[in-house]
């Protein structure tokens, strides 16, 4: 790779070199960018959320739990998704909790209100404040854009530059607040090594759970922890269901791992989604045969709630993700 200095865009036959994070924030949010789309995050990639209605049952508990815990008297119940897609998991929380419950939805999303949606959801680009209940934000934070260093052969850190192709080459040493981060939670290792740096993750994060009065904020996400970070780094694209070379054009997805716990603020607990879900009842348990020939429909119900459930929690797939489980206690 050749260098280039980092703060400098340079124009030649139609090409810009830019540093990931604002080639990532324009291909995903800009005018004609990925996640403005009509198709919407669900056209191209699977979440827990589409996999099936049992996770947006379990969100509804975790909420009605969360609510028990408010300090009284407790007259609305706040139900915000921080990067809400179209709806879909409110939606489907909405329909699971028990009639004349007192929430209020909120969903925060950089694309627009899709239409139809339920008329009890509100909809901003912007955090509610000074709200009480549950915050949740299920693949969210991989799509906030950082920057990405890479190891020159010198061992000096620096910026990876990108153009719109998707062609990278390295650009000036890592400095200020983001050689910084690097060396509290992803430390520099040998030549040709990478890292994404995250601050700006724990940024968007903290404002989120600002948000919060009381209550309980928990992202969901693909990680890793420190010690065992990936070496050359996650960075990577997806597009119509399938993993892609990250090209920031605005055609797929540009999504890197998020260091959850460089995000965890006090008091946080981090456990795999296999285990956040036991905790609201989603176990992937197989019903008893004998109901087969007692109740042969509700036999097959439970059989397909099972294999659903054993979705959301099998190993190599989304029972890897990590809940990170925030509490805010009442202010
Ligand atoms: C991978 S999708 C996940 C959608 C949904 N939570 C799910 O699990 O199916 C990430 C979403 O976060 C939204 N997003 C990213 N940054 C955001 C921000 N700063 N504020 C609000 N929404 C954001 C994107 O527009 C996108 O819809």
Known sequence: MTYQAANESEHTGGAEWVLWREAAERALYGPEGFYRRPEGPAGHFR???HASPLYAAAVARLLRETAEDLPAPVTEVALVDVGAGRGELLT?????LPDGFPVRAYAVERAVRPAPLDPRIEWSERLPHGVSGLLFANEWLD?????????????????????ADGEERLGDPVAGADAAWLGRWWPPAGPGTRAEIGWPRDAAWAAAVACLDAGLAVAVDYTHRAGDRPPFGTLTGFSRGREVRPVP???CDITAHVALDSCAGPGAELVSQREALRRLGVSGTRPPLALASTDPTAYMRALASAGEAAELIAPGGLGDFTWLLQPVPAR
Do not use: C, Q
Not at 143 to 156: F, K, L, T, Y
């Open 249 to 251: 054009d605005g055609g």
């Open 92 to 96: 489907g929380v909405l329909a699971a």
């Open 143 to 163: 799509n906030i854009p950082v920057d990405v260093a890479e190891v020159d052969d010198s061992g000096v850190p620096r910026y990876v530059l990108v153009r």
């Open 47 to 49: 979440t827990s959320v």
